[in-house]
């Protein structure tokens, strides 16, 4: 008798069960894309207010040190040496110019100006001065901007430069101890800011005399930036007006500010100023 071999069969996909499938795939990341998008995003937002937090921290923590002297500013000890972190430097210890500072391949002169500052000893991680939004430190915002690092700036208000508080504001000149705030927490002492230079430069300030900007905020977190404040809290706030954030993704200074909720928000909380 001969032996007839057994015919097997071979499953296999056909090219529509294929097909199916990776509509199927597709389906399902063009779903979750959204939300690890989201989760991504929030969690730089909590990152950034852990940032505001320690910065906002440790603002007080050096106020209590100095007798209540608020720590200055501005970003620059060659005009105030009690600035809370020192402008770039090169190896000779001189200050980098803008031309330098855009033809830096790296932040690392800005880190080191940012552990030079006063509040470093009272915030000791670098990572505290910069949100993960913030892609300035890899990526420039146009052709004739620096790298930048550091994320935060405190209001000029805060023991900043009189002479420039006294062409903004007529009311009185910068605040030099925590007793000449008329409540630390409702002053903002920390906002997030992006000058269209690259670093932020000095001191954050803005009209009092009128309506207008000067210096731009962030829109890093959608239509949301992070504020800390002179009692040590900080929290997320939301920026409502268009012109706002218009301002802030195109990086003008000077914008007008009529009616503006978001500049009478913060005017309000310019704490050298009566209520």
Same mark, same amino acid.
């Given at each position: 008798?001969? #032996?007839?071999?057994?015919?097997?069969?071979?499953?296999?996909?056909?090219?529509?069960?294929?097909?199916?499938?990776?509509?199927?795939?597709?389906? +399902?990341?063009?779903?979750? +894309?959204?939300?690890?998008?989201?989760?991504?995003?929030?969690?730089?937002? =909590?990152?950034?207010?852990?940032?505001? !937090?320690?910065?906002?921290?440790? %603002?007080? +923590?050096?106020?209590?040190?100095?007798?209540?002297?608020?720590?200055?500013?501005? =970003?620059?000890?060659?005009?105030?040496?009690?600035?809370?972190?020192?402008?770039?430097?090169?190896? *000779?210890?001189?200050?980098?110019?803008?031309?330098?500072?855009?033809?830096?391949?790296?932040?690392?002169?800005?880190?080191?100006?940012? !552990?030079?500052?006063? @509040? #470093?000893? %009272?915030?000791?991680?670098?990572?505290?001065?910069?949100?993960?939004?913030?892609?300035?430190?890899?990526?420039?915002?146009?052709?004739?901007?620096? @790298?930048? %690092?550091?994320?935060?700036?405190?209001?000029? /208000?805060?023991?900043?430069?009189?002479?420039?508080?006294?062409? =903004?504001?007529? &009311?009185?000149?910068?605040? !030099?101890?925590?007793?000449?705030? &008329?409540?630390?927490?409702?002053?903002?002492?920390?906002?997030?800011?992006?000058?269209?230079?690259?670093?932020?430069?000095?001191?954050?300030?803005?009209?009092?005399?009128?309506?207008? &900007?000067?210096?731009?905020? =962030?829109?890093?977190?959608?239509?949301?930036?992070?504020?800390? #404040?002179?009692?040590?809290? *900080? @929290?997320?706030?939301?920026?409502?007006?268009?012109?706002?954030?218009?301002?802030?993704?195109?990086?003008?200074?000077?914008?007008?500010?009529?009616?503006?909720?978001? /500049?009478? #928000? @913060?005017? !309000?909380? &310019?704490?050298?100023?009566?209520?």
């Amino acid at each position: 008798m001969r #032996f007839i071999p057994r015919q097997t069969t071979i499953s296999a996909f056909t090219l529509i069960e294929l097909l199916v499938v990776v509509a199927i795939i597709a389906v +399902l990341v063009s779903m979750l +894309l959204p939300a690890l998008r989201g989760a991504r995003n929030a969690a730089r937002v =909590t990152v950034c207010l852990a940032n505001q !937090k320690s910065l906002a921290l440790a %603002y007080t +923590l050096y106020a209590n040190d100095f007798r209540e002297v608020l720590v200055h500013s501005y =970003t620059n000890f060659d005009q105030f040496d009690s600035s809370w972190q020192d402008y770039p430097r090169d190896a *000779a210890g001189v200050i980098m110019t803008q031309p330098a500072l855009v033809a830096a391949t790296n932040v690392s002169a800005q880190i080191d100006a940012c !552990k030079r500052g006063r @509040l #470093f000893q %009272y915030a000791p991680d670098q990572g505290a001065y910069h949100c993960p939004s913030d892609t300035r430190n890899t990526v420039r915002w146009n052709s004739g901007a620096a @790298l930048a %690092y550091v994320t935060y700036s405190i209001p000029n /208000y805060l023991n900043g430069d009189p002479v420039y508080e006294s062409q =903004t504001v007529v &009311w009185k000149p910068p605040a !030099k101890r925590m007793g000449d705030l &008329w409540r630390p927490a409702d002053n903002f002492a920390f906002l997030e800011e992006s000058d269209p230079r690259g670093l932020n430069i000095d001191s954050w300030v803005m009209y009092m005399t009128q309506e207008r &900007w000067i210096d731009t905020l =962030t829109v890093w977190h959608g239509n949301e930036g992070t504020i800390g #404040f002179a009692d040590g809290h *900080a @929290l997320l706030h939301r920026w409502e007006d268009p012109r706002t954030l218009r301002m802030s993704r195109d990086q003008v200074f000077s914008a007008d500010a009529t009616g503006n909720a978001d /500049y009478r #928000f @913060l005017k !309000k909380r &310019w704490g050298a100023l009566p209520r």
